[in-house]
């Protein structure tokens, strides 16, 4: 069964940052693209970043500059470093592998004094 797994969301104060990590098992990780993206309430889910298999990473306009994502091959894991956060960060963030089409439970980033 292939599974994705997210930690690290919490609360930071405007200015902060957080690490997000999600974790693989059941498929072969170094294949698989990775995206994350974040729900904030009364929004649609939206795209964040994306890392493909070589390491060549995608991100929204409106983190750039201030999210990097990154994997760890020998870990299994995709991380998305946050720096920089605002109140307009505040949502659940997801990961998603769009080749075993499989999204994590979710974390919550909540941005706030």
């Known amino acids: 069964q292939v599974q994705l797994v997210e930690s690290g969301g919490g609360l930071v104060r405007p200015g902060g940052s957080l690490t997000l990590s999600c974790t693989l098992s059941?498929?072969?990780?170094?294949?698989?693209?990775f995206n994350w993206f974040r729900q904030a309430p009364g929004y649609h889910r939206e795209f964040v970043a994306a890392?493909?298999?070589?390491?060549?990473?995608n991100y929204a306009d409106s983190v750039k500059g201030r999210f990097t994502i990154s994997r760890d091959n020998a870990k299994n894991t995709v991380y998305l470093q946050m720096n920089s956060l605002n109140p307009e960060d505040t949502a659940v963030y997801y990961c998603?592998?769009?080749?075993?089409?499989?999204w994590g439970q979710g974390t919550q980033v909540t941005v706030s004094s």
């Open positions: 998603y592998a769009p080749s075993v089409n499989t």
């Open positions: 059941g498929s072969v990780f170094s294949r698989n693209v």
């Open positions: 890392i493909f298999s070589g390491g060549r990473a």
